[in-house]
């Protein structure tokens, strides 16, 4: 696998927010290991059949995978926090032509479905844990969150 590939790669990983990818390419492995997780970012791990070996690539400067900006209304509005169980991108409607799940001022039953994020192709939704009233929306539709990141909140 050539270098420019491996920059590739890591660029991918550095920007979509994932924390690691492993590719195989015959007896060529490598895995990257995002900047967001215990190992350090930048980290390839290149081995053969043969005795393995390890590469460490340069640090690469790179952004910090982006975090949702923190809403100053999340301190005056107090409520029941619904927060994503997992990493994966958000979307308030089942597909672009329906209604979106939930509105600000809707009521909401415990077990409603709230918005579905979908991660490695499957369309998980997420359901309300307590009843309420919609009382912020604290992500944009189609936008990548991170496990337990504030999604609604709920009065």
Same mark, same amino acid.
């Given at each position: 696998? =050539?270098?420019?590939k491996?920059?590739?790669?890591i =660029?991918?990983?550095?920007e979509?927010?994932?924390?690691?990818?492993?590719?195989?390419?015959?007896?060529?492995?490598?895995?990257?290991?995002?900047?967001?997780?215990?190992?350090?970012?930048?980290?390839?791990?290149?081995?053969?059949?043969?005795?393995?070996q390890?590469?460490?690539?340069?640090?690469?400067?790179?952004? /910090?995978?982006?975090?949702?900006?923190?809403?100053?209304?999340?301190?005056?509005?107090?409520?029941?926090?619904?927060?994503?169980?997992?990493?994966?991108?958000f979307?308030?409607a089942?597909? /672009?032509?329906?209604?979106?799940?939930?509105n600000?001022? =809707?009521?909401?039953?415990?077990?409603?479905?709230?918005?579905?994020?979908?991660?490695?192709?499957l369309l998980?939704?997420?359901?309300?844990?307590?009843?309420?009233?919609?009382?912020?929306?604290?992500?944009?539709?189609?936008?990548?969150?991170?496990?337990?990141?504030?999604?609604?909140?709920?009065?």
């Amino acid at each position: 696998m =050539d270098l420019r590939k491996l920059k590739t790669l890591i =660029d991918l990983v550095s920007e979509s927010g994932i924390s690691e990818l492993e590719v195989n390419e015959g007896e060529d492995r490598v895995r990257i290991v995002n900047a967001g997780s215990s190992a350090p970012a930048g980290q390839v791990v290149y081995a053969n059949q043969a005795p393995a070996q390890t590469m460490q690539t340069a640090q690469m400067p790179s952004a /910090p995978a982006p975090v949702a900006p923190v809403v100053e209304a999340q301190a005056v509005q107090t409520g029941f926090v619904a927060r994503s169980p997992m990493v994966g991108t958000f979307y308030r409607a089942p597909n /672009p032509e329906s209604p979106n799940f939930v509105n600000i001022g =809707d009521t909401v039953k415990v077990g409603q479905t709230l918005c579905i994020i979908e991660a490695m192709k499957l369309l998980n939704e997420i359901e309300s844990e307590q009843a309420g009233v919609i009382k912020e929306i604290l992500c944009e539709n189609g936008q990548g969150v991170e496990f337990d990141q504030p999604l609604f909140i709920i009065a």
